[in-house]
């Protein structure tokens, strides 16, 4: 049985977000987690969060083995874009985008 576990609008953008994904695709909940928190970086903690919520889920409202867990599916898309703007030289103004992303886990038992 397949268990998801979604955290939206997570302020970290989806490329760095990926970057700690494909890190634990296709390990066990419990190496994944390791991984994750041993990982220097914002993104992996976020992850770290989510992929607990999911294995959370998955022993608590479907009474799976928490040993046998193991992330099946992981991705992040693209949130929101958060729209900024910074002074520059001679008047003029840039624009800064503050990238977020919706990070999604699925946990399975089966192989």
């Known amino acids: ?28 909940v419990e190496e994944a987690l390791a991984i994750l928190q041993f990982t220097p970086n914002n993104a992996a903690h976020e992850v770290y969060k989510v992929v607990k919520s999911a294995a ?15 992330v099946k599916q992981c991705y992040a898309d693209e949130g929101i874009v958060m729209k ?17 992303s919706h990070i999604t886990v699925v946990v399975s038992d089966e192989r």
């Open 56 to 70: 959370a889920n998955a022993t608590h409202n479907y009474q799976l083995n928490a040993d046998a867990l193991y």
């Open 84 to 100: 900024r703007f910074m002074p520059r030289a001679k008047g003029n103004a840039a624009q800064i985008q503050k990238r977020t």
């Open 1 to 28: 049985m397949d268990v998801r576990s979604t955290a939206k609008t997570v302020r970290v953008t989806p490329r760095k977000a990926r970057l700690a994904l494909d890190m634990i695709r296709g390990k066990s």
